[in-house]
């Protein structure tokens, strides 16, 4: 199994910033993309960002230009750099990944995180 972990969740107020972190463990695999979903309440969980192997990056129209994602492959950790909160961006935030093994056992895998709650005030 791939593990997932979460951190850098919190309260801020409107127009501030936090930086959440995500770290995958495990053995034997290869991460092809890892993201960022959300949860508001009574909404449907929701792409925020993600960004494949090669760098490549998606965003959620929400959160152009406020929002950053970054990936430290050797670590197989994915960053998301908020900027400019607003309190429509509450909601828990999952880390999910995705990827293929690569040891004795072959086949493809998909992980979440328990989710970090971002509480932002007005």
């Known amino acids: 199994q791939v593990h997932l972990v979460e951190s850098g969740g919190g309260l801020v107020q409107a127009g501030g910033s936090l930086r959440l972190s995500c770290a995958a463990s495990?053995?034997?695999?290869?991460?092809?993309?890892m993201g960022w979903y959300r949860q508001g309440p009574g909404k449907q969980r929701e792409l925020v960002a993600r960004i494949t192997s090669d760098g490549s990056t998606n965003y959620a129209y929400f959160v152009k230009g406020r929002f950053t994602i970054s990936r430290d492959g050797a670590k197989n950790t994915v960053y998301l750099q908020m900027n400019s909160l607003k309190p429509e961006d509450t909601a828990v935030y999952y880390c999910n990944a995705d990827g293929h093994y690569s040891g004795a056992v072959y086949g493809p895998f998909g992980s979440w995180g328990q989710g970090t709650q971002v509480t932002v005030s007005s």
């Open positions: 495990g053995s034997a695999f290869v991460i092809n993309a």
